[in-house]
């Protein structure tokens, strides 16, 4: 078997399928990279993990042997989400990587790794040459590397908590569907005796993924979530996908809550917190979010769409928190990482302090109707964004990410994926009827 190096190495993070574009070989040898990458820092260790499909323990034992061929010791954590890791990276001050293909079918893994103090690693900024070094290969260094187990859970959970007033934590009763993904591991350490109540849905740790996949993004995931949250009289629903860095809610009548409406309850709570704050959000996140942030006496940021543009934008703007649409949720104290447990924890205290209920809670956030995000496939992306461009000419323009076109009562984004020829839409306006005259209108553009 030959790892396919070209295929696997995507803009944020390294995710192909199992055995003819991923094996323990191609695990050893990007492990070796990792090594020499971190260690022109000066890192002399490596956080490893792993989530829990199947052939994670042999791909991560692989990724740690190429470390140690390479004179970089290995501490090896185990089973652990990707917030963990996080938490790692930034409590120890290691580089670190976990094998996992986050939302994935079973038959992927992939490895996401980040420097020293959770710093993002992506294409441009690592990734990039790690895949260089893993193609090329190196000799082994002179004198070995050493490996030992640590077991971060105990100071994660600690850390998880600090975000809330957990003696101001209400009783309420919360359904969380954990997908058999690692959310199984983290969320009964953290609700160990708190007021609220979990419900746990499919927490049994099994990357074959037996009851749905771990994508919460689709909505026919969320169907077992939502009728369970009907049939016990749930105050929340939690979604979290499968290495659990990202959440998704649904009320108390399961209506799902997008990113954008979770984005703004978050900078809400936290702006309470931290007056006058900066908080960062996407630039397809709805118009509400800086609108809140606005009402809340913050200084709300558009940043482009992408983890390492949030955390380089908190990083230059001291905000202390970032959301995205897609479920991301950063939090400065978090070493400017993303975290679905904390965010889902914020949530839970911002509605022990809202008794009206969560459906309550988000109507006030709730302003606009959003398409969702919207994909076509295209011959040549950038001569599409062009003639699009070019028919809206009239308009505010900005492009900061692919091209952005706002009008008087609506606006729309449209930028290409990373990895396919593929056009994403996204867009808002007041109603429904408008968002779907007008999807109609740009899509006839797009052709």
Same mark, same amino acid.
């Given at each position: 078997?030959?790892?396919?190096?070209?295929?696997?190495?995507?803009?944020?993070?390294?995710?192909?399928?199992?055995?003819?574009?991923?094996?323990?070989?191609?695990?050893?040898?990007?492990?070796?990279?990792?090594?020499?990458?971190?260690?022109?820092?000066?890192?002399?260790?490596?956080?490893?993990?792993?989530?829990?499909?199947? &052939?994670?323990?042999?791909?991560?034992?692989?990724?740690?042997?190429?470390?140690?061929?390479?004179?970089?010791?290995?501490?090896?954590?185990?089973?652990?989400?990707?917030?963990?890791?996080?938490?790692?990276?930034?409590?120890?001050?290691?580089?670190?990587?976990?094998?996992?293909?986050?939302?994935?079918?079973?038959?992927?893994?992939?490895?996401?790794?980040?420097?020293?103090?959770?710093?993002?690693?992506?294409?441009?900024?690592?990734?990039?040459?790690?895949?260089?070094?893993?193609?090329?290969?190196?000799?082994?260094?002179?004198?070995?590397?050493? /490996?030992?187990?640590?077991?971060?859970?105990?100071?994660?959970?600690?850390?998880?908590?600090?975000?809330?007033?957990?003696?101001?934590?209400?009783?309420?009763?919360?359904?969380?569907?954990?997908?058999?993904?690692?959310?199984?591991?983290?969320?009964?350490?953290?609700?160990?005796?708190?007021?609220?109540?979990?419900?746990?849905?499919?927490?049994?740790?099994?990357?074959?993924?037996?009851?749905?996949? =771990?994508?919460?993004?689709?909505?026919?995931?969320? /169907?077992?979530?939502?009728? #369970?949250?009907?049939?016990?009289?749930?105050?929340?629903?939690? =979604?979290?996908?499968?290495?659990?860095?990202?959440?998704?809610?649904?009320?108390?009548?399961? /209506?799902?809550?997008?990113?954008?409406? @979770?984005?703004?309850?978050?900078?809400?709570?936290?702006?309470?917190?931290?007056?006058?704050?900066?908080?960062?959000?996407?630039?397809?996140?709805?118009?509400?979010?800086?609108?809140?942030?606005?009402?809340?006496?913050?200084?709300?940021?558009?940043?482009?769409?992408?983890?390492?543009?949030?955390?380089?934008?908190?990083?230059?703007?001291?905000?202390?928190?970032?959301?995205?649409?897609?479920?991301?949720?950063?939090?400065?104290?978090?070493?400017?990482?993303?975290?679905?447990?904390?965010?889902?924890?914020?949530?839970?205290?911002?509605?022990?302090?809202?008794?009206?209920?969560?459906?309550?809670?988000?109507?006030?956030?709730?302003?606009?109707?959003?398409?969702?995000?919207?994909? #076509? =496939?295209?011959?040549?992306?950038?001569?599409?964004? &062009? #003639?699009? =461009?070019?028919?809206?000419?009239?308009? /505010?323009?900005?492009?900061?990410?692919?091209?952005?076109?706002?009008?008087?009562?609506?606006?729309?984004?449209? #930028?290409?994926?990373? @990895?396919?020829?593929?056009?994403?839409?996204?867009? &808002?306006?007041?109603?429904?009827?408008?968002?779907?005259?007008?999807?109609? &209108?740009?899509?006839?553009?797009?052709?």
């Amino acid at each position: 078997m030959t790892t396919d190096y070209d295929a696997i190495f995507k803009a944020y993070d390294v995710r192909g399928t199992v055995g003819d574009q991923l094996d323990a070989d191609g695990a050893k040898a990007i492990g070796g990279a990792f090594a020499r990458f971190v260690a022109a820092s000066e890192a002399s260790a490596v956080l490893v993990g792993r989530d829990m499909r199947p &052939e994670g323990e042999e791909f991560a034992a692989a990724f740690g042997q190429g470390a140690l061929d390479h004179g970089v010791d290995v501490v090896d954590v185990g089973l652990c989400a990707t917030d963990m890791l996080y938490y790692g990276s930034g409590s120890l001050g290691l580089p670190g990587a976990v094998f996992t293909a986050s939302h994935n079918p079973a038959g992927y893994n992939g490895i996401k790794m980040c420097g020293a103090g959770a710093a993002p690693i992506s294409a441009d900024t690592g990734l990039e040459a790690i895949k260089a070094m893993a193609v090329a290969g190196a000799d082994p260094a002179a004198t070995r590397g050493t /490996r030992t187990i640590r077991d971060l859970l105990p100071g994660y959970v600690e850390h998880v908590r600090s975000f809330v007033d957990c003696d101001g934590l209400a009783p309420l009763l919360v359904v969380a569907d954990t997908a058999n993904g690692m959310g199984g591991l983290v969320l009964p350490a953290v609700f160990d005796g708190l007021a609220p109540v979990l419900d746990h849905l499919y927490p049994e740790l099994d990357g074959t993924f037996p009851n749905h996949p =771990a994508d919460p993004l689709q909505p026919e995931n969320q /169907r077992d979530l939502q009728e #369970r949250v009907q049939a016990v009289g749930a105050d929340v629903g939690l =979604a979290f996908d499968g290495d659990a860095d990202r959440v998704f809610l649904v009320d108390e009548n399961s /209506r799902p809550i997008s990113g954008s409406l @979770t984005t703004a309850i978050i900078a809400r709570s936290l702006l309470d917190q931290h007056p006058g704050a900066v908080v960062l959000h996407n630039l397809i996140c709805s118009k509400s979010v800086p609108e809140v942030i606005a009402e809340g006496g913050g200084t709300a940021v558009r940043t482009r769409v992408g983890h390492s543009y949030i955390k380089q934008a908190m990083a230059e703007t001291g905000a202390v928190f970032g959301g995205e649409h897609s479920g991301h949720y950063y939090f400065r104290d978090n070493y400017r990482a993303d975290s679905g447990l904390i965010a889902a924890l914020v949530v839970l205290e911002a509605l022990s302090r809202h008794p009206a209920g969560l459906s309550d809670l988000v109507a006030g956030v709730d302003r606009y109707a959003a398409s969702g995000e919207l994909n #076509r =496939a295209v011959a040549d992306p950038a001569a599409v964004i &062009e #003639r699009v =461009a070019r028919a809206y000419s009239y308009a /505010r323009q900005d492009r900061l990410d692919g091209l952005t076109v706002e009008l008087d009562d609506w606006w729309f984004n449209l #930028r290409p994926s990373n @990895t396919e020829p593929l056009l994403r839409l996204n867009l &808002e306006a007041p109603t429904v009827a408008d968002v779907q005259q007008r999807v109609a &209108e740009v899509q006839a553009l797009i052709g």
